[in-house]
């Protein structure tokens, strides 16, 4: 039974005095226990906020993982509480940090209808866990009479392990599982509908599960090639897995080889779960790069493989590329979220059409990326100006430069100085209609988001104040009131006014009466006029308008348009690249 304090209170300050102990010591303090009984009371009381806050914390824990990316960048003891909160959820109670230090000694102990469980968490930065972690929590299961062990991992045990622990009361839970069981409890969870329920165990009950037995790599890669079947059209990656690995059985290579391929695709998929992109558009994107291609890969793979002497050889050079943009694209992501530079606006005009050759660039410079910002700088002006323009460009080359990019960084600079100055075709009015466009009257579309935003920067830089960086921009670790959208200074439908025809042509979507603002901030202006909209905030762009608000019409909106455009024609000014400050 559990004593509250205030029941501890009662009891010194009430009964204890009625009682009679023969020891006069016992006799004296029995009459000061009333005066101590708050203070002693409050001792017990200190412990109940900290121990709510740290459960509140454990479940907001395990609520805040979302994929394998978030789960292994928590600490080792997050990961033992976030397992703790999961065995909790699931009825069981739980003991907590049994042992020193990452990985020592048994990390929680789960009962339940009078069994012992006992669990070991390895949350490490490793990928794999061995036979050897296995085998030594059975020893310990087996010494403290325990009715099970299971060992959890952010990541993945070694085939040994699982072997040994088949035949044993041991269960060994992987990363991927571990994810996978707790969305399938929410899931439950949040199921009311008891048709949906027998639905669920419907499928459980009746699913086929189709176990083949295999004596070696040859045998399990002829299997994953004609079996290799989820229930869903297959991916071009997993299909391009299938085929790889069985042209390498078929040219008659050892095991070796058919290893070395499995453990490069091993990798790419560990990568893969780390990056934003999914595997399909990052093996499209390698291809175009080193292939020339980004439709029909698998063929074009087929038949570049076909025309080779020694068909292994190329096949491990293939996935050892692969394996690489992969990792590239997880640096770029990650360069994307971290730094300020031209890599970030890239991704952010273009992505698509950029990867590729951002790839390419990684692959013969990895080490040396800080020396391409010119480039990039170039590569950042030709995609604005195609944006940003009057003009009907479909036609973007930088997949083809990407393909036929040979490492010669000089020839790429004046490639891209000559994209930057006149476009992909001869006939373009490149640098006219970019003007054209930004002196017009119509600018409402979203990649002027992209133009306010380095105004922004460009007015902080006057200043001599911090940029808002791209990852503010984006809004990538913020909710979505945060998210950054474009507000019309004079509102599009004001209320208790009437627009002249000539205003609403020549100034209401005009960049000189569009500001960048946060979702939630416009939503909250909502229709009023300039001279009630409250524009203070931290963006400079907007302190502008602030003290120029009760005269806004369009003389202000002009020369506020002015000024925009003259900013815009000097940044992007292809002959200044190589003095301009990034924004």
């Not at 209170?9 to 101590?36: D, H, R, T």
């Not at 040979?406 to 009015?429: P, S, Y």
């Not at 815009?568 to 990034?582: F, I």
Request: hydrophobic share 35%; charged share 30%.
């Amino acid at each position: 039974m559990q004593v509250y304090p205030f029941h501890h209170s009662i009891f010194l300050k009430y009964l204890l005095p009625v009682f009679e102990f023969n020891s006069p010591i016992f006799k004296g303090l029995s009459k000061i226990w009333p005066l101590f009984a708050p203070y002693i009371a409050f001792i017990f009381l200190v412990p109940i906020p900290f121990a709510l806050f740290n459960s509140w914390r454990k479940k907001k824990l395990l609520e805040s993982q979302k994929n394998l990316a978030t789960l292994k960048s928590i600490s080792w003891k997050q990961f033992e509480e976030l397992v703790g909160e999961a065995y909790r959820r699931q009825g069981y109670q739980v003991s907590e940090n049994i042992g020193e230090g990452p990985d020592g000694g048994i990390d929680l102990r789960l009962r339940k209808n009078g069994e012992l469980i006992l669990v070991q968490c390895k949350h490490w930065k490793a990928f794999k866990v061995d036979v050897k972690v296995v085998r030594e929590m059975y020893g310990v299961m087996v010494s403290k009479n325990a009715s099970k062990a299971i060992v959890i991992t952010s990541g993945t045990f070694t085939q040994p392990a699982k072997n040994f622990a088949s035949d044993k009361p041991i269960e060994l839970i992987e990363g991927k599982q571990l994810y996978a069981r707790d969305c399938f409890s929410e899931l439950l969870e949040n199921t009311t509908k008891t048709e949906e329920i027998l639905h669920w165990k419907e499928i459980i009950e009746e699913a086929d599960i189709t176990t083949y037995v295999v004596s070696n790599k040859v045998q399990a890669t002829q299997i994953f090639s004609f079996q290799n079947d989820r229930g869903k059209v297959l991916t071009n990656f997993e299909k391009l897995k299938a085929h790889l690995m069985y042209q390498v059985y078929l040219s008659g290579s050892n095991e070796d080889a058919i290893s070395y391929i499995e453990k490069e695709f091993e990798d790419i998929y560990r990568i893969s779960e780390e990056i934003e992109s999914d595997e399909d558009t990052v093996l499209n994107h390698h291809c175009m790069a080193f292939l020339g291609v980004s439709v029909n890969v698998i063929e074009k793979i087929k038949k570049e493989s076909s025309r080779v002497q020694n068909k292994t050889d190329w096949i491990k050079d293939f996935s050892t590329k692969l394996k690489n943009s992969f990792s590239y694209v997880k640096q770029i992501e990650e360069f994307q979220k971290l730094k300020y530079g031209f890599i970030s606006d890239l991704l952010i005009l273009d992505s698509n059409n950029c990867l590729p050759l951002l790839i390419k660039i990684y692959h013969y410079h990895q080490y040396e990326i800080e020396k391409f910002e010119d480039i990039f700088g170039l590569i950042e002006i030709t995609l604005m100006r195609m944006r940003y323009t009057r003009g009907d460009y479909r036609t973007n080359r930088f997949p083809i430069i990407a393909h036929s990019y040979d490492g010669n960084k000089d020839k790429l600079r004046d490639r891209a100085l000559d994209c930057a100055i006149n476009g992909f075709q001869t006939w373009w009015e490149f640098k006219e209609n970019f003007e054209i466009c930004l002196k017009g009257d119509y600018h409402y579309w979203k990649i002027t988001r992209y133009l306010l935003w380095k105004y922004e920067n460009y007015l902080r830089e006057q200043k001599k104040e911090g940029f808002l960086p791209a990852s503010d921009f984006r809004s990538l670790y913020k909710k979505k009131s945060m998210e950054n959208t474009i507000e019309h200074i004079a509102p599009q439908t004001p209320k208790d006014k009437e627009y002249s025809d000539d205003f609403k042509a020549k100034c209401l979507n005009n960049c000189g009466n569009l500001v960048l603002m946060t979702l939630g901030k416009n939503a909250r202006l909502g229709n009023k006029t300039p001279d009630k909209k409250d524009f203070q905030s931290p963006l400079l762009s907007q302190q502008e308008i602030e003290c120029q608000k009760n005269n806004w019409n369009e003389v202000t909106i002009k020369h506020r348009q002015e000024k925009i455009v003259a900013f815009a024609l000097d940044y992007w000014n292809p002959e200044k690249n190589n003095q301009r400050e990034h924004l």
